[in-house]
């Protein structure tokens, strides 16, 4: 997963998530991308969530994600980029076109990105999930998202 050089078996939890935002989205619509894709993120890569978690009183929590999840900022331009180069290096890549937040009727949604190429999509936001060093040479240079 994620890389020529990287020697582990498909099955083997990946070692490494990151949500990246459109830096200029308000703090709604970030925050709704981020979540979008860590929803899709999880529903691709179930092995992902961890095992339940117990309090002292014995109480069962639902598990979270062992690796965590960094969300980085970029601009929108950057965002494409990422995205061909999370493919390149053959990482899962999930995508959220910006005509993602223009509707919520999903029928509309498939109808729009079905007009457009790809080269031609933009996005609100790209996760990567793979290998740690692929990954990590693709966001080195993004800080969180503010």
């Known amino acids: 997963m994620c890389d020529a050089d990287n020697a ?3 099955a083997t939890l990946p070692q490494r998530c990151v949500i990246v935002v459109d830096a200029q989205l308000p703090p709604g619509r970030a925050a709704n991308a981020a979540a979008v894709l860590a929803l899709s993120v999880g529903r691709r890569h179930p092995a992902l969530v961890g095992p339940p978690l117990v ?14 999840i960094a969300v980085l ?20 890549v999930i995508d959220f076109p910006l005509q993602g ?25 790209v996760a ?17 998202l503010k």
């Open 55 to 68: 309090d002292a009183s014995g109480v069962e929590h639902p598990g979270l994600i062992p690796i965590g």
């Open 128 to 144: 990567l999930v793979g290998a740690r060093k692929p990954i990590g040479r693709i966001v080195a240079n993004l800080g969180l």
């Open 8 to 10: 582990q078996p498909a």
């Open 73 to 92: 900022a970029a601009d929108q331009a950057t965002l494409a980029g990422i995205r061909d180069k999370g493919a390149a290096a053959g990482c899962d």
């Open 101 to 125: 937040q223009q509707t919520t009727d999903y029928g509309a949604l498939r109808d729009a990105i079905a007009q457009v190429t790809t080269a031609d999509l933009r996005y609100v936001g």
